[in-house]
């Protein structure tokens, strides 16, 4: 029980596959990624990790992600802002941490 609950609060990483939109992403290269808090994107995260006035193609990979695994509470009020780092390899693909959330008004 102690256990489940520090996964749930993000003191463990978790694997994901998640829909990444990002636009000339080099390897070793932090971006900072939004995802909005909408209950269809639970299981598969939608993260948008482009610029202003950028558009990328989205595409499906393995994330890891060090943070909240589920926002219950936050779903439909905010978005999320991961800092996010491009992998050399697939397994996994991006690695993202440092979560914070950003209110909608």
């Not at 060090?66 to 491009?86: H, I, M, N, P, Q």
Request: aromatic share 10%; with cysteine.
């Amino acid at each position: 029980m102690v256990w489940e609950r520090a996964g749930q609060d993000g003191y463990f990483s978790h694997d994901k596959l998640a829909v990444i939109t990002a636009h000339d992403w080099a390897i070793g290269e932090y971006k900072s990624c939004t995802q909005e808090t909408l209950a269809e994107t639970e299981n598969e995260p939608q993260l948008n990790c482009t610029g202003l006035l950028q558009l990328g193609n989205p595409k499906t990979f393995k994330v890891r992600f060090y943070g909240v695994k589920s926002g219950a509470d936050l779903k439909g009020k905010g978005d999320f802002t991961w800092r996010c780092k491009k992998n050399e390899g697939t397994d996994p693909a991006y690695t993202c941490d440092e979560q914070k959330t950003t209110n909608r008004n």
